[in-house]
């Protein structure tokens, strides 16, 4: 009997607030939040579920076996593995300094109406398709590479002892460094765009505070602005990355598409998105094909890490500046 007088009430507020919108918004935004996690969730599970015969036969040692025969059926990803990730870390030693220094010089040092034109056109690099830096990676980058930059890094970084391995052998033009520097013009786009607005959020008060103390400019950017940025910076660096690692055409056509574990940037290598673009319409069995869905699991899963990661990492960052 008590009942009534206490949901009538709740009643009415939910189509109170139902009429006004609220509600609807509430439901329909988390709704395309739950859609995401099912797709997510859904891609994971079409991969494992359609990897079943490689993973009965090899195993986890798939991950860390080289051979790649589809004739005897004999199947393993690290071949592919090892050259996704040496051309993604070669690729963010080479864009992430460039990447920064032009945000800098953006956000910081150019005049506004610099800054904006050459934003526009950073965000114009940003949407080109890959199969056009492809192009350019296979007229431009790879006669640069064979003649003179390999030859120019033998005969300098390579006497270096040590160091020196890493451009050794012979030079093809095609291999893991073109694949790096092609995967760095790419990713500096991602780079510089969010770097650059994540240093123009940074508040003035913090500039005008060490101007005020006697620093410069470049003091005031090096010392206050940039250590204020590096949250948002880090997160430009690692998406970034992960552009690099699922990286398919451009990687395809420079990278020289040789299964192979090499410790030479010169030499030929593969990736695991370039080996799914080449064999999956080629693959004649259901263990070849089976086995290129494993390797698109062990990318996709490598992704998630990287991502995990980077999120790890932005919550020590922000945690470590809050008790500061």
């Given at each position: 009997m008590q009942s009534g007088p206490v949901t009538a009430p709740a009643r009415v507020s939910f189509i109170r607030r139902l009429r006004q919108g609220d509600q609807i918004a509430y439901l329909l935004t988390f709704a395309f939040a739950g859609l995401v996690v099912l797709v997510t969730a859904w891609l994971a599970w079409e991969l494992f579920a359609n990897s079943a015969l490689p993973r009965d036969k090899f195993g986890l040692p798939f991950v860390w076996t080289q051979a790649w025969d589809p004739v005897q059926g004999d199947f393993g990803a690290l071949g592919?593995?090892?050259?996704?990730?040496?051309?993604?870390?070669?690729?963010?030693?080479?864009?992430?300094?460039?990447?920064?220094?032009?945000?800098?010089f953006l956000s910081e040092l150019a005049p506004p109406k610099v800054s904006e034109a050459m934003a526009l056109l950073v965000d114009l690099l940003a949407a080109v398709p890959s199969v056009i830096y492809g192009l350019i990676g296979i007229y431009v980058l790879v006669p640069l590479v064979r003649d003179p930059i390999a030859p120019a890094l033998q005969a300098t970084v390579g006497r270096l002892p040590g160091i020196g391995r890493l451009f050794s052998g012979p030079v093809y033009g095609v291999g893991y460094l073109t694949a790096g520097l092609i995967l760095a013009i790419?990713?500096?786009?991602?780079?510089?765009?969010?770097?650059?607005?994540?240093?123009?959020?940074?508040?003035?008060?913090?500039?005008?505070?060490a101007l005020a103390l006697g620093s410069t400019q470049w003091e005031s950017t090096w010392n206050v602005v940039l250590p204020y940025a590096r949250v948002g910076i880090t997160g430009g660096v690692f998406l970034a990355l992960g552009r690099a690692l699922g990286e398919?055409?451009?990687v395809?056509?420079?990278?020289?598409n040789r299964p192979e574990l090499s410790g030479s940037l010169l030499a030929p290598g593969y990736s695991m998105a370039a080996v799914i673009a080449n064999e999956f319409t080629e693959a004649t069995t259901d263990l070849h094909?089976?086995?290129?869905?494993?390797?698109?699991?062990?990318?996709?899963?490598?992704?998630?890490?990287v991502n995990a990661l980077a999120q790890v990492m932005i919550l020590l960052t922000t945690s470590r500046a809050t008790s500061h």
């Open positions: 592919f593995v090892y050259g996704t990730i040496v051309t993604s870390v070669l690729a963010l030693v080479l864009a992430v300094p460039l990447g920064i220094a032009v945000s800098v790419m990713v500096v786009p991602f780079i510089v765009s969010v770097s650059r607005e994540v240093l123009m959020a940074v508040p003035r008060e913090q500039r005008e505070a398919t055409m451009a395809t056509m420079v990278i020289g094909l089976q086995a290129l869905i494993e390797i698109g699991l062990v990318l996709f899963l490598l992704t998630m890490v």
